[in-house]
């Protein structure tokens, strides 16, 4: 399986981006999806998980009503949608699978990784 995460870029505090992960190859069908985040300097972090079915989701708590992680299994396709951005949530964002159905929040579960993309935050 192979991970192509986009969307990321420059905006102002305040503003908002929709970030997309494309899983491409011998794409599962049962694949877990995760977001996570790595900041200059600091260590990767949880930022939101999401079942194969979509119908389970978890968010860093941080973050809660802020992002929406959603899929479109049809398009092999997870977004993250980020409103509000501040500052702090500039880092690069990386999407990653599990070769299970179930979503999980710990890194140490993902079996495929993205490049990243980066997101700048603008005060």
């Known amino acids: 399986v192979q991970l192509q995460a986009s969307g990321g870029g420059l905006v102002q505090a305040g503003g908002s981006l929709r970030l997309s992960c494309a899983a491409s190859?011998?794409?599962?069908?049962?694949?877990?999806v995760g977001w996570f985040r790595q900041a200059p300097g600091k260590e990767r972090e949880f930022v939101a998980t999401?079942?194969?079915?979509?119908?389970?989701?978890d968010y860093a708590n941080s973050l809660k009503g802020r992002f929406t992680i959603s899929r479109d299994n049809a398009k092999n396709t997870v977004y993250l949608q980020m409103n509000s951005l501040r500052p702090e949530d500039t880092a690069v964002y990386y999407c990653a699978a599990r070769r299970s159905p179930g979503y999980a929040s710990v890194s140490f579960y993902y079996d495929y990784w993205g490049q990243g993309t980066k997101v700048t935050v603008s005060s």
């Open positions: 999401i079942s194969w079915s979509g119908s389970s989701t």
């Open positions: 190859g011998r794409t599962a069908r049962n694949n877990a």
